[in-house]
């Protein structure tokens, strides 16, 4: 599951330079520019960053944890994204994919987001 940037986000931009698969964009035309699709809905209006679902892992692959959540300063604005529904192992093969070259560890993940409600709580599985 693709994760998302919520109404709540500030635009303070440090969620950008964490990203491994350089899916969050400063708007949603910056995102559409690059040929990136991004959840109906989201976004509108170029005012809130936007995180790509072609392109996000849930960093999967390179981080226990989603790096946007771990360094954003607003509670629950990096969420998941339920609309685009993916195993572990889809997101492994996308960071595979997305990242050729880059070493892909599938040790590295976690859990719960892919398998059930998380209410917007990221936890280790």
């Excluded at 109404?7 to 964009?25: F, H």
């Excluded at 990136?36 to 999967?60: A, P, Q």
């Excluded at 954003?72 to 998941?80: A, F």
């Amino acid at each position: 599951m693709s994760l998302l940037i919520a109404d709540n986000c500030i635009n303070c931009g440090a969620c950008l330079p964490e990203c491994p698969n350089e899916a969050i964009y400063e708007n949603r035309s910056a995102s559409e520019a690059k040929d990136c699709k991004v959840t109906e809905g989201i976004g509108v209006g170029d005012g809130i960053y936007v995180i790509s679902f072609d392109r996000c892992t849930e960093c999967v692959g390179h981080f226990d944890e989603p790096q946007c959540a771990a360094v954003c300063p607003v509670d629950e604005c990096c969420i998941p994204d339920s609309s685009v529904p993916e195993s572990k192992e889809a997101l492994l093969e996308k960071a595979k994919k997305i990242n050729p070259g880059k070493e892909i560890n599938p040790a590295k993940a976690w859990g719960k987001v892919r398998t059930g409600p998380m209410a917007g709580k990221f936890a280790s599985a």
